[in-house]
Structure formats: C-alpha cells, structure tokens
Nanobody, 120 residues
Framework: QVQLVESGGGLVQAGGSLRLSCAASGTILSINVMGWYRQAPGKQRELVAR???????NYADSVKGRFTISRDNAKNTVYLQMNSLKPEDTAVYYC??????????????WGQGTQVTVSS
C-alpha cells in the first residue's frame, strides 16, 4: 500500500504564498508521476500541476506563472509552491501519485486533502 501525507495548507490573504508538501511511503518501487489536484465547493476536481520522474511539468492555465511544482525523488516527496494567491484558488488540494509497488503492481494514490483558503 501507499500512504500519502500532505501538509502546508492554511489561510492566507490574497497575494500571499503557501507551500504544500506531500510525502509518499510504503512498499514503493518507483514513482512515475506526482501531482496536485484541487476541488472547490460545488465544482469538479481539477488538475493543478503534475511532474514526471524526468521533471517534465504541466500546469493548469489558471496557475501558470504563479505556482511551481517540484519533487524530491530521494524522499518521494512533491511540493507545490503557490505565489500570488487569489480567492479563486480557495479549494481542498489533493496530492496524487502514480507508481509501481515492489511486487510490480502499479498504483494510483490520493492524499487526504489539505484546505487552502485565500481571503480577499
């Protein structure tokens, strides 16, 4: 099994910054893609950013230039640096990881979610 532990959410004023972290643990052989999704009240969950093992990234248009995703492969950890936050960034943010267990079974894991609230 894979366990994902998120941290770093909170309340911040518009224009402020937050940094989210997500650490994966378990019987993991490798992690291919790590990413962040978010879900605002009454809306569908949407991709915010994702990063591959080779550090290739892609971002939602709404966060380009403001958010930066990175990962530490040695620690199986993904980060999301969020700058110039806007009230519309308010949502629950979920970590997402795709990889392979040591017994060669692939997996997709989700974190428990961390609340990000941006006040105007």
């Amino acid at each position: 099994q894979v366990q994902l532990v998120e941290s770093g959410g909170g309340l911040v004023q518009a224009g402020g910054s937050l940094r989210l972290s997500c650490a994966a643990s378990g019987t993991i052989l490798s992690i291919n893609v790590m990413g962040w999704y978010r879900q605002a009240p009454g809306k569908q969950r949407e991709l915010v950013a994702r990063i591959t093992t080779g550090a290739s990234t892609n971002y939602a248009d709404s966060v380009k230039g403001r958010f930066t995703i990175s990962r530490d492969n040695a620690k199986n950890t993904v980060y999301l640096q969020m700058n110039s936050l806007k009230p519309e960034d308010t949502a629950v943010y979920y970590c997402n990881v795709e990889g392979t267990f040591i017994y060669s079974t692939s997996f997709v894991g989700w974190g428990q979610g961390t609340q990000v609230t941006v006040s105007s």
